[in-house]
């Protein structure tokens, strides 16, 4: 079963070592710029990974992680 890698949010415009790091052990990966909780908990809906730098992370997100 493949791992699923979500980024919230960044500042940073390139994340391809992020992606090409996530792709090469198998997993799938997203980038998203959410702003809100409820951007968050949907964006992390399955993830195994999440990786998040000013978005704000609430239970509700946790719970909706694989």
Known sequence: MSQHVVITDAT???????????????????????KDPGEVAEAVRGADVVVVQFAPFTREAAQNMA
């Open 12 to 34: 940073f415009p390139d994340v391809a070592a992020e992606r090409q790091a996530a792709e090469a052990g198998g997993a799938t990966f997203q980038r998203h710029s959410c």
